[in-house]
């Protein structure tokens, strides 16, 4: 089995240490270097292609919002997860929105960053449901238009591809929106692909944000 590779972005030296310390405890894990500006992860990101990175969000140089922008619109397969001391941090928001994977915070025990390195390299998101809506009513700005009918917002959505749009956007799981739409999980991860790939979206956590910023939810 291949291993998957994990690079730390922060500017903590000793938190650097204990991640690596931990990734390389792993088996199926191989660490993939560090950097400790915004700037010097994304250089970093473009080098190594590592599948995930821990991204601290406030570092000098340029932050981790920014460098997970950067990311992101580089095309890099690389999953962030970013790293935080508060939950509740509108800077976690803008991390999320950029296409960030989720978050998770420092003083997390080693067995959940293991666990979230693995649920984000599967595609998923490091995010529980209450968390990512709290986040979106704090932070997000419904659209003037809001509330425009569905069929524009996603009307490049197969009618199947807005059912499983909806249940993506409710932070349902995959087996749970396997079981909601009566398709193996295989086809629930193949549909949910199509729909980030055809609204420009990078992770499931932007789909609730599209979906409480275009007005078709309430949360």
Do not use: C, W
Request: no cysteine; aromatic share 6%; charged share 20%.
């Amino acid at each position: 089995m291949r291993q998957v590779r994990v690079a730390v972005v922060d500017d903590q030296p000793l938190f650097v240490s204990g991640m690596q310390m931990l990734i390389e405890s792993q088996p199926d894990l191989q660490f993939a270097g560090s950097a400790g500006t915004g700037r010097g992860g994304v250089d970093l990101v473009a080098r190594e292609a590592p599948d995930v990175v821990l991204m601290d969000i406030r570092m000098p140089v340029m932050d981790g919002i920014e460098a997970t922008r950067l990311i992101v619109a580089s095309g890099s397969a690389t999953r962030v997860i970013v790293l935080t001391t508060f939950q509740r941090d509108e800077a976690v928001f803008r991390a999320i929105r950029t296409g960030a994977s989720g978050f998770i915070t420092k003083d997390a025990t080693p067995e959940f960053i293991l666990a979230a390195i693995g649920t984000v390299h599967a595609g998923q998101s490091v995010l529980a449901p209450a968390a990512t809506f709290d986040l979106v009513k704090r932070y997000a700005t419904p659209r003037v238009d809001a509330g425009r009918p569905l069929e524009v917002a996603i009307a490049a959505l197969t009618p199947r591809e807005r059912e499983i749009f909806l249940l993506v956007a409710r932070g349902l799981s995959n087996a749970e929106i396997a079981s909601a739409a009566f398709v193996s999980e295989a086809t629930s991860k193949t549909h949910i692909r199509s729909i980030l790939s055809k609204l420009g979206l990078q992770s499931r956590i932007q789909v609730v944000v599209f979906a409480y910023e275009n007005g078709l939810l309430e949360y």
